[in-house]
């Protein structure tokens, strides 16, 4: 009798895990292809997913996987032989530098229905949506960088992409380490604006939401290889009118990019989609904010600059970047947003893989600087930092509330007790799964000097001391000198 019971309540949560899944799809794609997914697994109902790190398993069905566009694939996740999520998926690479300069890529995917159409679902604890990506850690040997200060943001409640360690198998073969992470897109549960229609083109509705950003061109033209970088169109975004010293720009915009363009590039509405007159509603605040903020009373409380923009997103994005020593912060993935009838708002951070002294520039490995100086320590990049931060940072007012929120942060989210303390979660959760070794045999990379490491350990327990070493000396240092701006 007792077996009886014991079947019927193990069928029974497996047809109430499969119905509480309801994007969980058994896919149609390359059904003749052997899937390359465990035999052993099964269905059970999982609902505490934190200190785990699942497996996902891709299927390609026999297509390979490209730059543009997506393939067609199946991703099945796994804790140890318990299925927690399956789907139908596009998959393509991501990244510019970093998939050119490392073996180990980074993947972005949307989940599909069996039309092969995207469609949201909840992937194990993230709330629903349709775009994802696998980033992979190819040169921060730590392998916490990105996760580390994505963390601390949210706690700072400044949101970021939510993450999640995850070991990738792609036809059978184990690809290391990755961060599951939610792409920047707007939502309710990412960026949270109003949705634009195609129709919004008026009044209030013009206003917002727009998800706007300073990055290279690359993977939005039909470029291949290092030009696709820095070619821009009029399709893809604007170009400020100024320089980053003030000066107004007199060559027309567009084509190669020179270091003293700085361009802002549709991410939503998607270049495709944004109409002609929400183009020219954005294009014409930024520009009124940038006239404001070159004018005499850039910084008159009513009318100044702050009229336009949310000072404590401003504030926030800084100090984040300034922490990590981002050499990217400020000039290249970097996010703002508006909503409807609301200010200009900075982030979501992105992409710090560099950060934290893992670039060997002099500027940024030795925790000494400021990364907003970055146009004085590199005046002939072709990607400065435009000229939005040099103007607030000269305003009293600015620099006042500046170096407020940082005391208060360093009483709270970043100090240096909680900054210890989320490192341990991140590594403890990787060690408990024995995650670390296999990945580092899989990328035999310790000890190896890859593009733009300063440090090279021999060890994992090298690199994560070296990281801990730096990031108190930042503090240190920004304790020091920030009462000095």
């Known amino acids: 009798m007792k077996k009886i019971l014991y079947s019927i309540i193990i069928t029974f949560l497996f047809i109430a895990c499969q119905k509480t899944n309801d994007k969980i799809i058994t896919s149609e794609i390359g059904k003749n292809i052997t899937d390359t997914f465990p035999t052993k697994a099964f269905w059970y109902p999982i609902t505490n997913f934190s200190n785990k790190v699942p497996v996902a398993y ?41 998939f050119r300069l490392f073996d180990q890529k980074s993947y972005g995917f949307e989940l599909r229905d069996n039309l092969d159409q995207d469609t949201d679902s909840a992937i194990m604890d993230f709330p629903k949506q349709s775009d994802f990506i696998l980033y992979a850690p190819a040169n921060d040997k730590a392998l916490i960088r990105n996760s580390l200060i994505y963390d601390l943001s949210n706690q700072i409640g400044m949101y970021t992409t939510r993450t999640k360690y995850i070991q990738l198998y792609i036809d059978g073969q184990y690809m290391g380490l990755y961060v599951l992470m939610e792409k920047i897109k707007r939502d309710k549960n990412r960026v949270n604006i109003t949705k634009m229609s195609s129709t919004d083109n008026a009044g209030t509705a013009v206003t917002g939401g727009y998800i706007f950003k300073i990055d290279k061109s690359a993977g939005d033209n039909d470029i291949v290889g290092w030009d696709a970088d820095a070619i821009y169109t009029a399709d893809l975004g604007f170009r400020s009118l100024y320089d980053p010293s003030y000066n107004k720009i ?66 926030d994005f800084l100090i984040l970047n300034e922490f990590a020593t981002n050499p990217d912060g400020y000039r290249l993935s970097t996010f703002m947003s508006k909503d409807r009838q609301g200010k200009l708002k900075m982030g979501p951070i992105w992409d710090f893989n560099l950060a934290f002294g893992n670039d060997d520039r002099p500027a940024f490995f030795n925790s000494s600087n400021w990364v907003f100086n970055y146009n004085t320590y590199y005046p002939n990049d ?104």
């Open 250 to 315: 007199s060559y027309p915009p567009y084509g190669i990019k020179k270091g003293a363009e700085t361009y802002f590039m549709y991410e939503y509405p998607k270049y495709d989609a944004i109409s002609a007159d929400q183009k020219k509603y954005l294009q014409s605040y930024i520009s009124e904010f940038e006239e404001v903020l070159l004018s005499s009373s850039f910084n008159h409380p009513t009318n100044g600059y702050s009229k336009y923009i949310d000072e404590q997103s401003f504030i």
């Open 58 to 98: 891709i299927s390609t069905k026999g297509n390979t996987i490209v730059n543009e566009p997506k393939v067609q694939s199946v991703i099945q996740i796994q804790i140890g032989d318990t299925i927690v999520f399956k789907s139908n998926i596009g998959i393509e690479y991501r990244g510019s530098t970093s």
């Open 382 to 485: 072709m990607w400065l930092i435009h000229f939005w931060w040099k103007k607030l940072l000269s305003d009293p007012a600015f620099t006042s509330k500046l170096k407020a929120r940082w005391v208060e942060l360093r009483g709270t989210t970043l100090s240096s007790n909680n900054i210890n303390k989320t490192i341990e979660q991140h590594i403890n959760i990787l060690k408990i799964n024995n995650s670390i070794n296999p990945h580092f045999e899989k990328w035999k990379i310790l000890g190896v000097k890859l593009p733009f490491n300063n440090f090279v350990g021999k060890t994992h327990q090298e690199e994560l001391d070296y990281l801990k070493a730096w990031i108190t000396k930042r503090l240190n240092w920004i304790d020091a000198e920030i009462v000095k701006l």
